[in-house]
Structures are given as C-alpha cells and as structure tokens.
C-alpha cells in the first residue's frame, strides 16, 4: 500500500531534485537517486512506487527545470497533492503523466508515513475507514494518464485526448 | 467565421471567451481544454530543448511550420561559441523546416511578433519566455511555457490549457503627470504579490487612455503577479489598429475571483527595489541612492514612446559624470524610427550607450553586465539577486522618465522632483 510523504509548504524545484544533481552532472540513469537529497535524504532509496506526496502551497516554484519531475517520474510516484502549485512545475507534471491534485483539505488531513490505499480514477484516498475526496481527474487527464502522459498519448495517437479521430475545429480568429 | 458559429459566451471573462470560441464549446474556469494556436514563439535560448523534443520525442515533424517562430535575441549577438553554435543550429533548423526566423538585431520576441502583425486580438499565442503575457495588450490570449510544451505545440499546432480564473484589476481616475503606465503596473504587483494571481487571467479595465505600448507594459508585467495571461479589453488604439471580433468585450455578467481597485488620481511615480518585484515603494524613499548603470530597454519599456520620454529630458544636457546609460531599443523598427525622428541623436548627444536591439544585459549574460556592488535602475521587469550579473550588484526597476533622470543627476530621481532648498 503506499504511504504519504509530506513536506509541507513552498517545495521548490531545487528541492525536489538539487540543481548539482541535473542528469548532465551525474548522468541521466542516477539523478532520480538525489530527488529530495537534502530536504529528505532517506527519500530516495525508500519511495516505494505509488507512494503519494503531500505538499503545501505552491510546490515546485522555482525554476521550470523538467528534470525534477523526471526523477519523480523514474521513481514511480503514484501522485502529488499539494494545497496549491507553481504553473509551470504542474504542466510538468502532467505532460510527464504524473498526477497532480489540488485540494485544500487533503494535504493538512494526511500524516508523513501514512498507509493509505490510492483510487486515481474515483479520486479517493483510504486510510482505515477514512475516505478523503479529491476532484478526480477531468477525463482528458484519465484518458492521457492511462498511456502514461500527455506526451505518451500525443506520440501514440497524433492528438491530445478528447479531440477523438476528429480533429478539433483550428479556428481562426475572425 | 459567422457569429452563428459562437458558443454561448454569456457571463464569461474574456479569457473564457476566447477559450471558448476557439475550443467551439462553452467553457468556464478550471475545464481543460484543447485549442489550436496561432503562433509558438521560440527564443534562441530554448531552441535547442525545443529541437531536441521534436526530434526525439515527437516524431520529427512540425505541424504548421508557418505558425512556429523563432526569434535569436536573448543573447544577440551571441556571446560565446556555445550561444553562436546554438543559434547557428535554430537557424538550420528553421530554413530545413519552413519556420520564421528573426536573426540578430531585429529585436525583442514579443516587440518582433506585435511588429509583425502575428499577434491578434482573441488569438492564442504560446512563448517559451514567461513575458508572453505581453501579447495581452490586445487581448491576444498569450501565455509562458516550458520546452516540452512549446515542442508539443510546435508538433501538434495545439495545445492543452486550463481554463485560468480571471482577478480583475480595476483602473480609475485620471493618471497624474509623471505617472507612467509602468509605475500603474508595478503598483499593482505590490497589491496583488509575486503570487497574487498565480494561475490566473489578469484582465485591466479601465485603460481606455493607454497607448499600445502602455498596454504592452502592463500585460507584460502580469507574470510578475503570477498571472498566466494578462488581458487588457481591446479599445483606442487596438480598435483603431486592429481587426477586434465583436464578441472579445468585457461581460458585465462575468464572475471574477477578485477585484482589485487602483485609484490612478494617488499614485505617484515608484520603482521595485531589489531583489524582487514586489518589493515596490515610492520614489522619495530612495533618493539618495547613486546609480552607476541605467538601463533602458527591454520587452517592458524599450519602445519608441520609452525612447522619447528619456530624449525629452535629456534634451541638451548630458548625462552625469560616474553614470553610464545604456539604451537598447526592443526592435530594429523602434531603432529606425528613433533615428528618422531625430531621438538618437539626441540620445547620443547626451552620452548614450546604443546596444544591438534585443535583450540586451536584461538577463544577465552580455552587453551590460555589473560588477560587484554597482547598483542600476532598469526600465525591465525582473531584479531578483544576479539578474543583471554580479549577486552582489543591486536593480531598481522603474519607468523610463525615472531612469532619464537618474542618468542626468546620477542618484534615484523623481519625475517631479520637490523644490530643493539651496
Ligand atoms: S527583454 Fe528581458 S524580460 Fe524581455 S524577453 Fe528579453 S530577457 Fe526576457
């Protein structure tokens, strides 16, 4: 089952993965081993896939750097939660297919090292008899996440989930 | 396309109008949508991921090669080999692919795109520079992206976007003399904060009386907010200058998460003192600082009517001894007309330092970096720690009447100075 790492407010990208560890300076199968390497060292070698990170608000400031969210990726993270998120970090998220969530209410109710059981299409997270509600996901999201991405999808199909085999309408401003 | 054709746009913000239009369906904020883009907008520092992307994840191809840009300008000219190998490479890139390219000289990204006519009200445009918010000067719904996301666009000829909630900042009064639309702009980043409309649309009403260029000044300051697009109601000058669908109109119906009201008629000229750009005060703080480095320029206030304001107060004198001013038009046009009319010579009379338009030091990587301790005023949009250079230097932001000013006394100086007493 996987558990719930907290870290509270304001994670930024350099906390996430530390600029010294950007795969072009320990190399592009290492740096998910440095994700959180000073916040959380421990982090890392215990993340287990599917495990849930909790934040505050506004995580993943800083620099727009896709590499921190890769590190994230490679180790499998089940989903992120946080009061609220920098813009351009929850694209990141989204086009590199993990899940991001916002809610008010979740990330205060959960407890770093809890076990909880994740529902990703219902938008549910159990822990013992305690059920806590996300939005679950809009359906373009459902749909691009069980390809893996919104990259993963566009490279299968040619097209982002929703416009089905009919193109949408290139409208021009008149 | 005939009106027919509309979705029902009642009681939506015009970020959810042009949503809307464009996705064919009504839709309201925090949906996701899918929408074709008119422009990507490429910059010579981001072309390479952007390149790579295409290549190596997207299959290689660019959709609509005509609706992709590329501007060398953020280090132009370049610098170093690796700056010059890396424009070398976008320009191949370009010719191989059909893509519009701006070379070196022709100016700032989104000065280039407005000049250009590639940007139109109720467009969608996307940058790989956060400034594209600039591109709201005419409710063209412009927005900053990451590489993966321009790429994707550059691939897809569309995009995927939330739809942002709309804070509405709500203009009135008359502006006193002195009073430019950049002080407007970095009054109401310290109203709102760095994080005040994070997410979210900026829309200005009550501009009617800004030029273009001012408008452009506002919209392009919206991402200091946080705002992901910064949309100012067509009305003067874009209506006189360019085609406005009829249905790109404030509703009186829309729901905003926020109205922040800013009295025009009290503000006075301030600047943004470091390090960041909310840290905004009034000019008569500050007057005793001494300036080595003023700079006017950049996709903020280095436009022709930027150019002007400083040559009206330069007019015959000349800069003081010990400041240097450095002034680098945002376009090859706004360079060529401030050489018809006469302003660069004034400019130069008065001891100007002209720089190939473009960036210039905006970003810290050539052409006007600082030293250690140096302190500059900067008509730009952004003076966190070591923007400009040195970690140790400090930036005032501030409009361009403020910094001709302080070129000509060599301190921090106000518009409408108070009377000295000999
Ligand atoms: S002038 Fe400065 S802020 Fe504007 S696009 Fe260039 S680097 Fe960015």
């Known amino acids: 089952m996987p558990r719930v790492w907290q870290f509270g407010d304001s994670i930024n990208t350099d906390d996430i993965l530390p600029g010294k560890y950007a795969p072009f300076m320990v190399g592009e199968d290492e740096f998910h081993r440095y994700a959180f390497a000073h916040l959380r060292p421990e982090f890392a070698a215990e993340v287990r896939p ?12 800083g620099s727009s750097r896709e590499y921190a969210p890769q590190a994230l990726k490679t180790l499998q993270v089940g989903a992120v939660i946080a009061e609220s998120f ?19 209410t979740v990330p205060d109710a959960l407890r770093d090292g809890d076990t909880v059981s994740f529902d990703l299409a219902a938008g549910t997270i159990a822990r013992g008899d305690e059920v806590f509600g996300l939005e679950p996901p809009p359906a373009f999201l459902q749909e691009a996440l069980k390809e893996g991405s919104i990259l993963a999808f566009y490279q299968k199909y040619g097209r982002f989930p929703g416009e089905g085999a009919k193109r949408a309408p290139n409208r021009q401003p008149s | 396309m005939t009106p027919t054709s509309l979705p029902d746009l009642r009681g939506l913000t015009l970020a959810e109008r042009i949503l809307s239009v464009r996705s064919g369906s009504r839709v309201r904020a925090g949906e996701l949508v899918v ?33 992709v840009t590329f501007v060398l300008d953020h280090v132009a000219p370049a610098a170093n080999v690796e700056v010059a190998t890396a424009q070398a490479d976008a320009r191949r890139y370009a010719r191989e692919r059909g893509i519009r390219i701006f070379d070196v000289g022709r100016g700032i990204c989104h000065q280039v795109l407005m000049e250009e006519g590639l940007i139109q009200p109720g467009g969608v445009v996307l940058g790989s520079d956060s400034h594209s918010t600039t591109y709201g000067a005419v409710s063209c719904f412009g927005t900053g992206m990451g590489a993966t996301d321009v790429a994707l666009s550059a691939a897809s000829g569309r995009t995927w976007l939330k739809v942002p909630e709309t804070v509405v900042v709500k203009l009135t009064g008359e502006r006193p003399v002195g009073v430019s639309a950049k002080d407007v702009a970095l009054t109401v980043v310290r109203e709102l904060t760095a994080e005040g409309a994070t997410y979210s649309s900026l829309e200005f009403h009550g501009a009617e009386d800004f030029t273009l260029s001012e408008r452009m000044t506002l919209a392009n300051l919206a991402v200091e907010a946080g705002a992901k697009v910064g949309l100012v109601p067509p009305s003067g000058e874009v209506l006189e200058g360019f085609s406005v669908p009829e249905w790109l109109v404030v509703d009186p119906d829309a729901a905003y998460v926020r109205v922040l009201e800013l009295n025009l008629g009290a503000l006075t000229p301030v600047v943004a003192a470091p390090s960041s750009v909310d840290n905004v005060h009034p000019l008569s703080g500050f007057s005793g600082v001494r300036v080595d480095q003023v700079f006017v320029g950049t996709c903020t206030n280095g436009r022709l009517d930027d150019l002007h304001t400083v040559a009206d107060i330069l007019r015959g004198q000349r800069v003081a001894d010990g400041t240097r001013l450095l002034v680098i038009p945002a376009s090859s046009r706004v360079l060529q007309d401030a050489a018809a009319d006469g302003t660069l010579t004034t400019l130069l009379a008065a001891g100007a330092v002209f720089g190939t338009p473009g960036c210039g030091p905006c970003m810290g990587r050539h052409m006007g970096v600082l030293a250690p301790s140096e302190v500059c005023v900067s008509t730009s949009n952004r003076n966190f720690v ?15 009447a403020v910094a001709a000013l302080t070129a000509l006394t060599g301190f921090l100086a106000a518009p409408q100075p108070e009377p000295v007493v000999a």
């Open chain 1, 86 to 104: 920098a813009r351009i970090h929850f694209r990141n998220l989204l086009n590199l297919g993990i899940p991001a969530f916002t809610s008010e």
């Open chain 2, 386 to 400: 070591g923007r400009m250079g040195s970690s140790e230097a400090q930036i005032f932001l501030a409009s361009p």
């Open chain 1, 50 to 61: 599917g495990d849930l990170l909790v934040g505050g608000r506004n995580w993943g400031l």
């Open chain 2, 35 to 67: 929408v074709s883009v008119d422009q990507v907008m490429v910059v010579d520092s981001v072309a390479p991921s952007v390149i790579a992307r295409i290549e190596n994840d997207l299959g290689g191809r660019v959709r609509n090669p005509e609706r």
